[in-house]
């Protein structure tokens, strides 16, 4: 896709928020990106808004689960003013920042899934913080507890060894892992559970319970930056994406890239984000 394609179908909806925005009338937010974003031209979604989104960002906005996501925008945008003209004038459908991707919620081509709005993707992103302890997070466009799906969040890091392991999926030639953090969410939102997968060894462990923290629409994950070890890059040249994975829904079982609602971003990896001077507790 190029850098500045756009598109004629309007975002509509506007909320202010002291020097911010989020954009909702699709049952999206936004939070911005700076000069180097990268532009993305998205199909339309045909799922049904909701305001639990948006409702997140709003919280985290306020200093709430996820501040320091705000603490990291605040720190690379430059240039809000055009970038809100942009999403709403329907130019824009997807911004990225190092650490954070925000986007316009819809369907991966390939999805054959129910059309819950826990499937799609409004923001994903991954931090470097205090400690070497790393948050990878997601926000979808309605709460995990709204119904008796079993879904994923997945990300997907590369450490150094993506390219010469190659796509995940053959459609997404820009999306090569040599790792995954899987978050798997439960009915009604409980009963959730994580692992990483070092796609290089074959080796598989799980992440404390106590570390996965869901609320609403919101998955964060916590971990030590000593659980991805290096592959090659230093941590700070790590890169990611996150796609979201329905597993079963009304006693069907669903896998492979079918299963796959959205990615964020749509086709490609970006680095994570440094925030070496913040400190979350989990």
Same mark, same amino acid.
Request: glycine content about 10%; proline content about 6%.
């Given at each position: 896709?190029?850098?500045?394609?756009?598109?004629?179908?309007?975002? +509509?909806?506007?909320? =202010?928020?002291?020097? %911010?925005?989020? !954009?909702?009338?699709? *049952? &999206?937010? $936004?939070?911005?990106?700076?000069?180097?974003?990268?532009?993305?031209?998205?199909?339309?979604?045909?799922?049904?808004?909701?305001?639990?989104?948006?409702?997140?960002?709003?919280?985290?906005?306020?200093?709430?689960?996820?501040?320091?996501?705000?603490?990291?925008?605040?720190?690379?945008?430059?240039?809000?003013?055009?970038?809100?003209?942009?999403?709403?004038?329907?130019?824009?459908?997807?911004?990225?920042?190092?650490?954070?991707?925000?986007?316009?919620?819809?369907?991966?081509? +390939?999805?054959?899934? =129910?059309?819950?709005? %826990?499937?799609? !993707?409004?923001?994903? *992103? &991954?931090? $470097?913080?205090?400690?070497?302890?790393?948050?990878?997070?997601?926000?979808?466009?309605?709460?995990?507890?709204?119904?008796?799906?079993?879904?994923?969040?997945?990300?997907?890091?590369?450490?150094?060894?993506?390219?010469?392991?190659?796509?995940?999926?053959?459609?997404?030639?820009?999306?090569?892992?040599?790792?995954?953090?899987?978050?798997?969410?439960?009915?009604?939102?409980?009963?959730?559970?994580?692992?990483?997968?070092?796609?290089?060894?074959?080796?598989?462990?799980?992440?404390?319970?106590?570390?996965?923290?869901?609320?609403?629409?919101?998955?964060?994950?916590?971990?030590?930056?000593?659980?991805?070890?290096?592959?090659?890059?230093?941590?700070?040249?790590?890169?990611?994406?996150?796609?979201?994975?329905?597993?079963?829904?009304?006693?069907?079982?669903?896998?492979?890239?079918?299963?796959?609602?959205?990615?964020?971003?749509?086709?490609?990896?970006?680095?994570?984000?440094?925030?070496?001077?913040?400190?979350?507790?989990?």
């Amino acid at each position: 896709m190029g850098r500045n394609e756009r598109r004629s179908r309007k975002v +509509l909806g506007f909320e =202010p928020l002291e020097e %911010r925005a989020l !954009l909702s009338g699709d *049952g &999206v937010s $936004l939070v911005h990106g700076p000069r180097t974003a990268e532009l993305a031209r998205v199909r339309a979604p045909k799922i049904t808004t909701n305001p639990a989104g948006v409702a997140a960002v709003l919280n985290a906005l306020n200093g709430g689960a996820g501040h320091e996501w705000v603490t990291l925008v605040r720190r690379e945008v430059h240039n809000l003013g055009s970038v809100i003209s942009g999403f709403i004038s329907g130019r824009y459908v997807q911004y990225t920042i190092r650490g954070l991707v925000a986007k316009v919620a819809d369907a991966q081509s +390939l999805y054959d899934g =129910p059309g819950l709005d %826990r499937e799609f !993707l409004t923001e994903a *992103g &991954v931090i $470097l913080l205090k400690r070497r302890q790393l948050e990878l997070a997601a926000i979808t466009r309605s709460p995990f507890s709204s119904n008796s799906a079993t879904s994923e969040v997945v990300f997907a890091i590369d450490r150094g060894r993506g390219a010469s392991l190659g796509p995940y999926f053959a459609s997404q030639p820009g999306i090569t892992p040599d790792a995954l953090v899987t978050v798997t969410l439960g009915p009604y939102g409980q009963n959730n559970s994580a692992t990483i997968t070092d796609l290089v060894t074959g080796a598989s462990q799980t992440i404390d319970p106590r570390d996965i923290l869901v609320a609403g629409p919101t998955v964060r994950v916590f971990i030590s930056a000593s659980q991805l070890p290096s592959e090659g890059f230093p941590i700070s040249h790590y890169r990611f994406a996150a796609w979201t994975q329905i597993v079963q829904y009304e006693g069907i079982t669903y896998s492979g890239i079918s299963a796959v609602g959205s990615f964020a971003p749509e086709s490609t990896m970006i680095p994570i984000g440094m925030l070496t001077n913040v400190a979350v507790n989990p």
